[in-house]
């Protein structure tokens, strides 16, 4: 079966148009080869397009079924509608000229009757991913192994209480991890959507907690014996699927990273719909993973303020995005990372044309917070005030209390004797954020 | 001033009157030489007073004023209202027959006129304390300082833009740690109540972590230096009075701590409310905590379901409890840790008996979760349970998996050999939700 | 194809066997003779269990496919698949002896070719149903039409912007309608699922409040012309498939029903885990509704306090359950209502046997909370302090200020001339609170 | 005691500098007189500046005391103190050049020995006000009376079980009324915030909603009989200070005024932070209270979102703000309400200056959100959509099924007749939400 000659309503690479044009089939902010910070737009946001949600999530939600209808999605030889998928895939990376995309295993390739030939699917549409790739731009931002998906993961993949799975979820991702390697991606993922648990009540936590260090040692060892240079990055969530996941949040996965002695080894993909069910905001899980040394890369979305599960819609506030990408820009930027949507488009969103439409928008509010951050970064206003904040800190006296030699007796001597008295001075809250306000076009 | 001679509708302390009694000034549950898993109740549950929502919280909230008006909270000579308090406080602690009481330095003794005033009015109500333990049973849990209702404290403690404040609560802390230490206290507790941030804009988050980290360093060197054997214990929380707050959850604090280099040197005292505030069921914190090693005692109390803040309201859901006191008791139970009811009567219970029979209420909800917790423990089936489950763990082929010498490689390669096919099993949920059910008594 | 002949472990139906048995195929509190309050306890409960979750729900959630796997789940014949359904549903109602079941149309038969074929097979079944009810004693405590699941329906029924969609809807609506009140069904329900919006950008939000409220005249016009003396309940949520429904609680619907001049006609069913989504107590949702004349009926369940979404668990906490059956017996306790299970095992409890204990656990969960809620209610000791609270309202100037005549000038004349010196009193919630932990047992 | 002679860092009135301009003290986009779809800016958005955050509370928070030390705040002769605040708020008007304020009776005048004393305190801050009037262009936009900060409200104002409450409220808001009156207010609000209750144990609901009913039929007698021509506003709030308010949102309002009889007297005034406590978008409940036709005004703010309670923040967010003012456009815009900063600068804003620049800064998100939303409205291009979406409806065999006359039975015969198969169209989420961005300036 092969997906239609012409699935999407453009044919051409879309290009920038301009914030002035009302084209709905162009750039409106993101011209990639715009200097920002004397990099090019596209080396700062480095796009990606997820296969799961644009291409293999049919359009059902829990209390209705599907209701895209794509082409390659019915159909009795899988495989053949895996490489149409593939087709329409790579079509889309064309249109949207995007420089990544990132994949699932069972994203890309049908489940076969057993684990050597489920893992063999993967590597056949893995080949056809290198061909298309040696001709056209399209990098490979992350792979990633589905543990999630199959009945058989229902209680776990590394924290099963079935070794079977383990070794099951030990196989596919050494599969996965090799793939990407060959596809030259420059980061693995781990998601734990299952690693986590329904009841405390049929739970060993402790045991739970052990399986999963030693998995992602082995993934570890794995990646740096076949010579994999990318990043290994955890994608830390609270819930959903399980009533609680042990990746809760930046803050939790940088303990038990610690515990399994990785905290050099592995990064964090933060995404913003997982922040903020966990109860952060975007920017401060990039800030926090920064401040921790474990950021690495960003899934992309949003998700609704009123609504209590993952909804991952697509970006559309510049404002809430722009504070995000400041703390990207204040980190660093990204080295192996990159801007992966991990968001999808409406149920009600049923026309090709959405799919294409809602990456054009996403793009633009990212660009657009991109030139906003730059300005909050360049113009330096900002990191002033929060140098005056903290400038006492750089007296002598003060810089010592820091240091090791330091002590409470010591301290408390001197604030008693000097007769401290310390003085509240503003916050300034609303005088910065109405400074960043200006920054805003 | 001081206090009525007879400020509570009681006179001898209270005494277990067993479950059928209608009797409202005596213990259904709790009786406190009754053994449990062959200890005495009382020292299974070591329960606190807190003095601070019990004899200091004047009944306001952000709405509404004081609505309590008790007679030691008016007056001209603060440090004679802060005896009449004493004694009131120790008249409870005396009705109540409770092992135990928590306090924070603020809550004993006013501010003074500077630090060296105010750390010496919190040693002058000290030594009240001391002579009225003398005459009584009535032991520290923990003492604490409080590093957040002065508006000096405003932008924070140890994480203060300004160095004079981290000095400031140096001296506080270090004031208080001895008075911990000399009252023979088991504990002490450090709550960040404003080491976190209103808004990234205005923080230097690393610092601030490097701050705290250093902060903390100080207060364990201090410990060692004076000689205290009781334990420090962080309390978690995710928010409010901040917006964020660094001591989110227990993954969070157990991150830090290693960042730190104390995991070993410090625990947590996990409360309910803060629990729930941070996403988590309260039985989950302390089991993170047990896995992690950093257990060490509880503030109990419950939030509110349908509000978004910290409630600390008393505990009243025994089936709740007794979830908790099963990851308690699992955990081995407590060693330098107790119950404290970190809770308040609520804004409209102003009669002195609502301060007594919550508490009598309060005790008997955890006395009977005990017992219910400790029937579960004994029988067995729950951990029966469980370890039918992870039986599979104990195959050798299975064990090998989680030890060094593992490889991905390998797993696989024995995955794909012996044709793994692993078929998911009952979680058996329901069941064992009506199995806990049926210890409920 | 046909379930197998014996699907559950257990043929006959369950007994009493008291509450010291471990027995978990048996009833320890529901002992269905048994009189509470004068009334046997089945016709206090009234029992219902439902056919979506226990037996049309495959096991899956937003990331992840089925888990059940059931018998009648997989096939060809999809008229033969729902009788096949039809003898395993049943079969659960006879082992759980319960005297009500309710249904969805599209959950009982298969949708046909056209709308016609659609209704057709929905009698079909409907006529297996009458069968096999004249010789059990289940009864039909409520049918609905699901117009919700099929991707028609994506935009909403009655609120569709797509006329012909609220055409199909009164076709199915009317049809199922009749079949409920050909079965002997005591109530007919409405629940709007998709009656909402994704975003507002899209919608015209009066237009399709009107469309509701003109929909809903018609079902009750066609209940009274065809007879029907069942009630007609709407059941309110907040959210979720949408990111707002319009039945969002009952204070919300009660509004709609006044705005459609409905008032009188249509009273609501309230779920558990929907009142929590919204941001109420079960107990408050119950005691709202009865205090505007619309309490009707309710689905049980419990949400996780943890998740955001509505997991629609079976009913573990009798303390919690203990409170809304309170409310249920203040209310006057059910007239065409009943106590539906709108509950579904976990999505690991993939054992036939995990559906019965799961009911069977409930229905005790049930029945223990009603026994505490009988006694809280003979006692009186709750009801007193409520009416001491409220009994100045007693004298005939303040009785006089609520009636008619009753003028802003002449309260406040009163107050003047009496110099009114209110004096807060005790809310007593903690003592009321322990007095409630009292009664369980 | 008086204010000193300068109390904030500017004098003039602060003038429209463009948005180009980087300084602080003046308008980057609020430019009262420049003409928006025909009306001045000033008119359309009729800010107002509220007493009570603004100079009545002292920058407390639940775990901390004062920080603002305002020089009107501490002194012994508190009826100088309300004088210097009422300069001091009027200076604020004046330099912010606003047309309107807001104010609760207790924000202006101290509480009285008794009711008489506490009523003519008002009366003699409002005659100061009167003549500051006379002498400034500002304007009441309403007055209301605090019924909820002292203990004489802790359980209720119109709702509380004592009735000489009810009384004492009735007579307050007599006065307050009349006050506001007397000022030429343009409206009268409501905000029941402890007309709610902390535990249903405790509480008679179906007494309490008589109360609350009667009371505001009272409240609208009394405003024809004095002759006032403002309209009545009720505030919505789901919780807190209460556990449950009973004004929970707008639909629930809504049902509450029909059953009091009162749905085409009292409008509502809908907050922002609110309407999201609520799990309401801020947008939602503007559109709601449209279409029940009771939209009256707003309380504009924002709140955390990861905050669980009313953080009352100026607000920041322009394309948030950008969609409230598009629903407040389509629904006419403001008769008798306008746009009220019920936001408060944050505790750690110390400065007189934050007070300045907090309302500039949200001035200017409003005044740039309403050029935007007059964009979306005169450009249109989101309307259509929205026509195209419904437009099936003009046709008339789809109208008459909204028609009295219409019947199931007709309908579902023409739905079997045509064999009706609605196909679903793209509801276009993200192409609009894409459309609303490119507003954005």
Same mark, same amino acid.
């Given at each position: 079966m092969n997906a239609p000659a012409r699935f999407f309503p453009a044919d051409e690479p879309l290009r920038y148009v301009g914030p002035l044009s009302r084209d709905p089939y162009g750039f409106r902010w993101y011209d990639k080869d715009q200097l920002v910070l004397g990099k090019r737009m596209e080396d700062h946001l480095r796009f990606a397009v997820a296969y799961w949600h644009s291409?293999?999530?049919? *359009? *059902?939600?829990p209390f209705g079924g599907e209701?895209?209808? &794509?082409?390659?999605?019915? *159909?009795?030889d899988e495989m053949a509608l895996a490489r149409a998928k593939a087709d329409v895939a790579f079509e889309l990376f064309r249109i949207l000229d995007v420089p990544f995309f990132c994949f699932h295993d069972r994203d890309i390739a049908p489940e076969g009757a057993n684990l050597k030939e489920s893992n063999a699917n993967v590597r056949a549409i893995a080949e056809i991913f290198a061909r298309k790739m040696e001709s056209s731009k399209v990098r490979l931002l992350w792979g990633t192994a589905n543990l999630f998906s199959h009945r058989r993961f229902m209680s776990g993949a590394a924290t099963n209480p079935d070794p079977d799975v383990f070794a099951w979820s030990a196989a596919q991702v050494k599969n996965v991890l090799e793939v990407t390697h060959e596809l030259g991606g420059e980061n693995y993922v781990l998601w734990? $959507? &299952?690693?986590?648990?329904?009841?405390?009540?049929?739970?060993?936590l402790p045991r739970e907690l052990d399986q999963m260090a030693r998995f992602l040692n082995l993934v570890v060892e794995h990646k740096h014996k076949i010579g994999f240079k990318g990043t290994i990055l955890i994608e830390p969530k609270p819930q959903e699927p399980t009533k609680h996941q042990y990746d809760f949040d930046v803050g939790t996965v940088y303990g038990l990273l610690c515990r399994a002695g990785l905290e050099k080894e592995v990064k964090v993909n933060v995404e913003a719909n997982h922040a903020t069910l966990a109860g952060h905001s975007f920017e401060h899980e990039i800030a926090m993973a920064a401040a921790l040394g474990i950021f690495g890369s960003i899934d992309m979305n949003k998700g609704d303020a009123q609504s209590g599960w993952d909804t991952d819609q697509f970006p559309t506030n510049v404002e809430d995005t722009a504070l995000a990408m400041y703390e990207i820009l204040r980190a660093g930027g990204y080295t192996t990372g990159g801007t992966n949507f991990d968001a999808k488009i409406r149920r009600q969103s049923i026309d090709p044309e959405d799919l294409v439409l809602a990456h054009v928008g996403a793009m633009d509010v990212c660009a657009r917070a991109l030139l906003i951050a730059a300005d909050m970064l360049e113009d330096g206003a900002l990191q002033k005030a929060v140098d005056e904040r903290y400038a006492g800190w750089n007296e002598p006296q003060n810089r010592a209390?820091?240091?090791? $030699?330091?002590?409470l007796e010591a301290i408390a001597a001197r604030a008693e004797a000097d007769d401290l008295d310390p003085q509240p001075r503003s916050g300034r809250q609303e005088r910065l954020e109405t400074l960043v306000s200006s920054y805003f076009r």
């Open positions: 291409f293999t999530w049919p *359009g *059902g939600d209701t895209f209808l &794509r082409p390659w999605m019915h *159909g009795a734990g $959507g &299952r690693e986590g648990y329904e009841t405390l009540l049929n739970t060993d209390m820091l240091r090791e $030699g330091a002590s």
